[in-house]
């Protein structure tokens, strides 16, 4: 019977060989709310947080019915436990708050740190994680706060990067945070709470073509090179081993003036000339020993590679292969996959749109239909504006998506199936109502900022909105090569920017309308507004507040804030930037004009040097200067220009706390 | 139905190759050693003239019988079956390696009683799906040249690409899924020759259940737990004997896939070795 032996033996090595290496990785049900959304565990009740009117709103999609729940100031995302308890992030009171089901007030609220967004709970269900966009007591660093959902009681925070935003739990028992402005993860072991890595190389990755092996830039002409930001989301796999990351991708090379009149200057130029200088993507992230971008070299023009049909990640550009306008897709806020794991859809707020597509697969057979070319199956128009949450049913029968700025969820279901199905609205819930707290014309305006799809604005070909590269009405930390020469995006929000004319870096337009028409017509596309729609546009950007900042408070009336303000003062920097917004409103050569190099300053800077920024906010807006070359306050400070101001009469310590002045400004 | 018709008169090709097969060359008995006695008067003989022989006569074997017995012994039968109906029979055993597409097929058999065999195996498609397995044969005919019999196979078949990065895979090539009960009707076939061919026909049913179902299309909702398959399929080959214990096989068949997702029809083919060594 020894040869009955050995065949058992080989047999159980077989088996044993097929169980451990030949798995594949199980997916069974994955994250299926996400942003402003949420819904109970039996799909009964659908909650969606009102950032105007500070409520939960808790929703019966059979009945239509909704009751409101006062949350904190600016409620951003809504996450859902096992037990149907409610925890709502509150970006505008630094807390959370916590809502039992059924209860009809919060039953606690959590303080966290500032401006705090994404959240995420634990496989186990014990731990609810929250991203802030600050510390409490730095404006450059934000926290990942792990909570203790039985006690509510935090357990520790760790500080994540620059303006942290989405947290997915992953696989190995750590979580990956998004960093909104610079596209990167952050990986974070949550049994220590401490940082493991601070990147993943997403950018080396997008760029491999143009990059050595050092990360040094070595293009040639012709070659683009494109930066993530805007990563607002982590949708992440059940199994936890990989994490989608809707991003928009930023030029980083030179912009040429044409195709003027023919969609605007930012039309052309994307990656391979797939969408405009500014294009939305997908990142995946497989997150196996460490996390791995799978990401195409954007530099390469991967759809016109042959290896595109055997990657198993989606595209990395969110493009439909529809031309019609109503597919282009701008603004990806929000994300969730199917319960089974096989369906990403990417909701986008500037496009007004809901994107359909494999996770696992570019083009193939046997998900019943085929299409080349994208990753994209099938896009689903969205009446509402301000979109920023969708949910989808455990029978993937119904998708939810809810529009902030018109506080409405709409409810979409499949008629059909495979290439046949068409998706419809079948039902649309007003949930809240226009706060007083905004005129009608912000109202207006706001939809007009965030409007990728209005051809006033921006042309079909372009699909680009304000928001596009000023996110959130603030900015995107991306320094554009625009004809003129190297030019950040600066904030708008909170810089009383009507009062701050001539507008522009170089200051070139005298008025609002002028530089609006400027970059409406000329840049976007658009056919341009009229006075009317232009002053409701004016009036949005103008309401916009200043973002918050832990150090404007803890500094007021300190010893600290007394020697910043003195420092200020002794190195004239007053001198320019003065006045409620900080700026004297007109050009200065500070010694920043960059006058070699492969896009040099050029035009009316060279005479008159660059229009004095305002410095309201300064602290959250790094990098500086007018070509981000300072990454730093304390750069700046420290080994600033001569012209600059007069830092050079300024100690160590008069530094050291003018730099504290500065960030709590 | 040209491929079907091939096959078909393969198997009709080798049956009556397997009949008509003369039986291996008979080994002579022992030449006997000694010489018939002379009479002591004989007659004169007439004057014959012989022709030449055209060839030389052979000389008598000189070797005793017991020594001829050992080297050239006689021929034993081969029996040993992995793919036919003929049973290994109590206590006798049966490995078998085939290479074939799309499946790669080892296992091996024990009789447990003198018409039914247990047995293991494992089939894997270029070990992108890999199957441990169990046999089970139960004979019903018997006889020298006939056998006819059932067989029953299953396991759980492990993949390693989820279902729907696949295209053109193993689970469209195979028609498998997550467990397979695969029981089939088998026919045998020798003539009564020592090293005559073993043919055999089987027809099959292949019971499938996908425990990795998909959401096929955007908003189509989720599909079944399980979802269960049908399929089916004849092959036909044989097992050609090189010796009492080892035998040369090959096969080819057709299967019939039940589902839209797999391929319709998949022939099915290969070759290998049978042995009890």
């Known amino acids: 019977m020894n040869w009955f032996k050995r065949s058992m033996v080989v047999g159980a090595v077989a088996a044993a060989m097929a169980f451990s290496g030949c798995t594949p990785a199980g997916n069974s049900a994955a994250a299926r709310a996400s942003g402003s959304l949420a819904l109970s565990n039996d799909d009964s009740t659908v909650y969606a947080v009102d950032t105007d009117n500070g409520v939960l709103a808790v929703i019966n999609p059979k009945t239509k019915e909704a009751r409101a729940v006062k949350v904190g100031e600016q409620p951003a995302r809504v996450i859902v436990d096992a037990n149907d308890t409610v925890f709502v992030s509150n970006r505008g009171s630094r807390s959370v708050s916590v809502i039992r089901a059924g209860d009809t007030v919060e039953s606690a609220r959590i303080p966290v740190g500032v401006e705090p967004t994404g959240m995420a709970i634990t496989p186990d269900g014990k731990t609810l994680l929250v991203v802030s966009a600050t510390s409490l007591d730095r404006v450059d660093l934000g926290t990942l706060t792990a909570i203790d959902i039985g006690t509510l009681e935090k357990k520790w925070d760790v500080e994540v990067g620059e303006e942290p935003r989405a947290v997915a739990v992953v696989a190995g028992n750590r979580a990956l945070v998004s960093l909104y402005k610079q596209g990167e993860l952050v990986e974070v072991d949550l049994a220590s709470g401490k940082t493991i890595s601070a990147k993943t190389g997403i950018y080396e990755a997008a760029n491999a073509t143009r990059l050595d092996s050092a990360g040094n830039n070595v293009g040639t002409v012709g070659i683009s090179s494109f930066r993530p930001r805007a990563m607002n989301d982590l949708i992440v796999t059940d199994d936890g081993k990989r994490v989608f990351a809707p991003v928009v991708w930023a030029r980083e090379d030179a912009i040429g003036r044409s195709p003027s009149r023919f969609g605007g200057y930012y039309a052309a130029g994307g990656p391979c000339n797939i969408g405009a200088v500014a294009t939305a993507g997908i990142v995946t992230v497989d997150t196996g020993g460490s996390p791995q971008p799978q990401v195409d070299d954007l530099t390469s023009c991967f759809t016109t590679g042959t290896n595109s049909s055997s990657k198993n990640f989606p595209s990395s550009t969110l493009a439909s292969a529809s031309a019609g306008a109503d597919a282009a897709i701008q603004g990806p806020t929000a994300g969730v996959l199917d319960p089974s794991g096989e369906w990403l859809m990417v909701l986008s707020r500037e496009s007004k749109n809901l994107s359909f597509m494999p996770a696992w697969k570019r083009s193939g057979t046997n998900i019943d239909f085929e299409t080349t070319g994208t990753s994209i199956r099938t896009v689903q128009k969205i009446e509402g504006a301000g979109a920023d949450g969708i949910a989808v049913s455990a029978d993937f029968l119904r998708a939810y998506v809810y529009s902030q700025f018109d506080h409405k969820l709409e409810i979409f279901e499949s008629k059909g199936t495979g290439a046949n199905a068409v998706i419809v609205p079948i039902d649309t819930i007003v949930v809240a109502q226009d706060v007083a707290g905004m005129t009608p014309a912000q109202i207006e305006g706001r939809k007009l900022f965030f409007d990728a799809k209005d051809t006033r604005m921006s042309s079909t070909q372009t699909t680009v909105a304000c928001s596009t590269c000023h996110l959130e009405g603030r900015e995107d930390g991306h320094v554009w090569n625009f004809p003129d020469g190297a030019r950040q995006t600066p904030s708008l929000a909170g810089r009383k920017l009507l009062s701050t004319a001539p507008f522009h870096w170089s200051g070139e337009f005298g008025s609002i309308d002028e530089f609006n028409a400027h970059t409406i017509i000329e840049r976007m596309g658009g056919s341009g507004l009229d006075n009317s729609a232009a002053a409701k546009l004016d009036a949005f950007i103008d309401t916009m507040p200043l973002p918050e900042n832990p150090l404007r408070v803890a500094m007021a009336n300190t010893d600290l804030e007394a020697r910043g303000q003195a420092a200020f003062q002794k190195a004239e920097c007053g001198t320019c930037h003065s006045g409620d917004a900080l700026t004297n409103n007109t050009n200065a050569d500070v010694g920043t004009l960059r006058t070699l190099g492969a896009n040099p300053d050029n035009g009316v800077v060279e005479r008159l040097g660059f229009n004095v920024p305002s410095l309201l906010g300064i602290g959250r807006t790094a990098p500086y200067l007018h070509d981000g070359s300072s990454l730093t306050l304390d750069a700046r400070v420290t080994s600033g220009d001569s012209l600059h101001g007069k830092a050079a009469v300024l100690n160590a310590q008069e530094k050291v706390d003018l730099v504290a002045y500065l960030k709590s400004l | ?277």
């Open chain 2, 1 to 277: 139905m040209k491929l079907v018709t091939l096959f078909a008169s393969l198997g009709v090709l080798l049956s009556g190759a397997a009949f008509a097969q003369a039986p291996e060359e008979e080994w002579a008995p022992p030449p006997v050693s000694s010489q018939p006695s002379l009479p002591t008067v004989a007659p004169e003989p007439e004057p014959v003239v012989q022709p030449e022989p055209a060839w030389a006569p052979q000389a008598p074997l000189q070797a005793r019988p017991e020594v001829l017995a050992r080297v050239r012994p006689a021929q034993q039968r081969n029996e040993v079956s992995t793919f036919g109906a003929t049973p290994l029979g109590s206590g006798n055993r049966g490995q078998s390696v085939l290479l074939g597409f799309p499946l790669v097929d080892v296992r091996a058999l024990f009789g447990v009683g003198e018409r039914v065999d247990l047995g293991i195996g494992f089939d894997t498609y270029f070990f992108m799906m890999n199957q441990p397995k169990a046999v089970v044969r139960v004979n019903f005919v018997r006889t020298p040249a006939v056998s006819l019999g059932a067989q029953l196979e299953g396991g759980y078949a492990f993949f390693t690409q989820r279902a729907t990065l696949e295209s053109r895979g193993s689970r469209w090539l195979s028609g498998r899924r997550n467990v397979n009960i695969n029981p089939s009707l088998v026919l045998s076939i020798q003539g009564p020759s020592p090293r005559a061919p073993r043919v055999f026909f089987s027809a099959h049913y292949l019971l499938t259940l996908d425990f990795e179902g998909y959401a096929s299309s955007p908003l189509g909702g989720l599909p079944p737990a399980v979802i269960v398959g049908h399929n089916g399929g004849v092959m036909g080959g044989a097992e050609l004997p090189l010796s009492s214990r080892t035998a040369f096989v090959f096969r080819f068949g057709l299967d019939v896939h039940g589902r839209d997702v797999d391929s319709i029809v998949m022939p099915t083919g290969g070759v290998g070795l049978v042995t009890s060594l």
